[in-house]
């Protein structure tokens, strides 16, 4: 599914600000007012005062909950990204407080004017370091905003100044206030110890009631229908400085409670609400789906931030019948969700016997599928250096019983080296490239030619591919074309993905300057196209301290631009190893399974393959050149 469809902008007046009213502790409240303490607005201090002609600063938080706090970030991302509203960042904290370095980790609030917070304490999780819970005090005292994001709400319940911020929360019922809502849409405040603790029925599709003129909620009708909510009951808390803006009513009992409230803590401004639900094994979250819900974030973002509300009310905001869904607002990816789960068969190749050219390691595989054979070329490592390995089978379960064959020509003419190779049949010629580095002129890339892919003494003498025009190292290149050109990609640094362009009728030569294109990646970028679809993804290797993983980006075109999706596309805590013992504990220089051998390098994402390189956390140690590195297949 593609994105959602980017509504136009426009950038309104300044919108009135609401008058705010202090009341005391009444049961009947009347609605539109604040519970609590006097909260009217304050000037932010200069240094975190946001403009309105920069991108709102968004920092997500999250790293554990009782939900699928991974995917709730990666949909919140691709909710917000296409409206060019917001610079978003993640930091991900600890799962517990005992792993090394934990007590350090702390993110930096004041470099953003609004927090989603998307952790939830309650599946598991500890709580944040002393260090970035005063942090976070400090930022929303001093006149940061904070979104709540559903299952946040029930978080860190042994944080008094986390309870005041989010005003209700999922507690028992002796920690706190508890707001009920009349039929008239008048508050009953229900005292600590009375009636219960918060709890919620089954989700189901729910009347959303507005209350009030809250600019969040400017020109939306009063009433609109939101797919399988979890309404809370007895939602408790100190509910001070505390305003709720709509409601719903329990399915089962017909009584009215709070389903959106925004609270003021000293200078900031906090939005909660029970929208939002990401279950685990929930590919398809409606709540996630819902045009209200999407619309309602970005607007609630714009008002913790104190810029004006400009987000249209779209045309397919939902009314009094039914929800509206939109498609996913991320698009499908190989796995055909974003869960980080994956069956690891047994090794496809290992590494050879003693004194073969591939003793030490196999790895950077390419493979294709042609004249009804795999063909696998891939780096071998043994007798101290690294050459090109081949080897071919009808099928895949075949590989480990054929011969083997070490290409002898595939090196730089420098030395014995050659590594990374990508093989493709470019069609417009009617031959086969295999496209590798060498160490002649610092990692040079080159190319090799061949008519008859099973022969493995057939290839060209190799050729560079280009001449390098800066001083940075560049590593893992890969190529595929569109219709009109074709495009070369590769790491630079271990920072970026750079790439470079050329007419298809000048492949494989005038190549043009090179240009950024996606920063954050450490190196082994491969880029594919979805069959019989305008749209790419660019798969590439993070590096965390010697631990490899995989994130994704999608264009809708070669040239970018590139929009990361995640960064936590395929890691070793979502392995499970089908039958045997685990043989890697991480995931390293991904090829897709393509369903075409050409130069578009297209990808069928009903049958989706990766053949990886991996070992076991105990085995990186040392050298490098020296890992035990094999190949093995991946998948859902």
């Not at 009215?256 to 029970?274: C, D, L, M, Q």
């Not at 010697?546 to 805590?573: C, H, M, N, Q």
Request: charged share 20%; proline share 8%; net charge negative.
């Amino acid at each position: 599914m593609l994105f959602m469809s980017q509504h136009e902008h426009q950038f309104a007046r300044l919108l009135p600000r609401m008058r705010v009213i202090g009341w005391g502790l009444a049961v009947g409240i009347p609605v539109g007012v604040v519970l609590g303490a006097d909260v009217a607005e304050k000037a932010l201090p200069a240094a975190v005062t946001p403009t309105t002609d920069h991108p709102i600063r968004v920092l997500i938080v999250d790293g554990f909950s009782n939900h699928d706090w991974r995917r709730t970030t990666e949909l919140v991302r691709g909710i917000l990204d296409p409206t060019g509203l917001f610079e978003i960042s993640v930091g991900t904290a600890p799962v517990s407080l005992n792993e090394p370095g934990a007590s350090d980790w702390c993110p930096d609030f004041a470099a953003s004017q609004v927090v989603i917070q998307n952790c939830n304490s309650l599946g598991g999780g500890s709580s944040w370091p002393a260090g970035a819970r005063e942090a976070f005090e400090r930022f929303v005292t001093n006149g940061g905003g904070v979104f709540i994001l559903h299952s946040a709400n029930n978080a860190f319940r042994d944080w008094p100044a986390y309870d005041r911020f989010i005003g209700l929360g999922w507690r028992s019922k002796e920690q706190g206030w508890a707001l009920e809502v009349r039929p008239d849409g008048t508050l009953h405040r229900i005292p600590p110890g009375e009636g219960g603790g918060t709890s919620h029925g089954a989700r189901t599709n729910r009347l959303i009631h507005r209350l009030g003129n809250h600019p969040i909620h400017e020109g939306l009708p009063r009433e609109w229908m939101t797919p399988e909510i979890e309404v809370y009951t007895h939602a408790r808390g100190p509910a001070e400085g505390l305003t709720v803006l709509s409601w719903t009513t329990d399915p089962e009992t017909g009584t009215g409670w709070p389903i959106e409230w925004v609270v003021s803590a000293g200078k900031g401004r906090v939005y909660n609400s029970t929208f939002g639900h990401v279950w685990r094994d929930e590919p398809n979250p409606s709540n996630l789906r819902c045009a209200g819900f999407q619309t309602l974030m970005v607007r609630a973002l714009q008002w913790l931030a104190k810029r004006p509300v400009t987000l249209p009310v779209p045309d397919d905001f939902p009314g009094r019948e039914a929800p509206v869904l939109r498609p996913l607002p991320l698009p499908e990816l190989p796995t055909g969700t974003l869960e980080n789960r994956w069956r690891i068969e047994a090794p496809l190749l290992e590494p050879g016997p003693p004194g073969a050219f591939d003793e030490t390691a196999v790895k950077d595989p390419s493979i294709v599928r042609a004249d009804g054979r795999w063909h696998l070329f891939y780096t071998a490592r043994g007798r101290g250096e690294y050459t090109t390995g081949y080897v071919s089978a009808a099928e895949l379960g075949d590989l480990p019983r054929s011969e083997r064959h070490e290409l002898t020509t595939i090196r730089g003419k420098a030395s014995r080296y050659g590594c990374a190779p990508q093989v493709f049949c470019f069609a417009p010629q009617g031959l086969w490239y295999l496209v590798f580095q060498t160490r002649d002129a610092n990692y040079q890339p080159a190319f090799a030619t061949t008519s008859d892919l099973a022969d493995p003494d057939s290839w060209s003498e190799p050729r560079p591919l280009l001449a390098k025009d800066d001083t940075a190292k560049w590593i893992d290149f890969w190529i595929l074309c569109d219709e009109a050109r074709a495009y070369l990609f590769y790491t630079r640094a271990h920072r970026a993905v750079w790439m470079r362009t050329t007419a298809l009728e000048d492949f494989p030569e005038g190549w043009g300057p090179a240009q950024e294109v996606f920063p954050g990646v450490h190196e082994a970028v491969h880029v594919y196209r979805v069959k019989d679809r305008p749209l790419y993804h660019l798969i590439y290797e993070l590096n965390t301290d010697g631990v490899r993983s995989f994130g994704v980006a999608e264009a809708s075109a070669l040239g970018g631009p590139w929009r990361k999706v995640t960064d936590t596309y395929a890691t070793g805590e979502g392995l499970q190893t089908s039958g045997g013992p685990a043989w890697t504990e991480m995931v390293s220089h991904v090829e897709l399974l393509r369903s075409s051998s050409d130069q578009r390098l297209e990808y069928d994402p009903e049958n989706v393959r990766w053949l990886i390189q991996g070992l076991r956390r105990s085995e990186y140690k040392g050298d490098y050149a020296e890992l035990p590195w094999k190949l093995g297949v991946m998948e859902k």
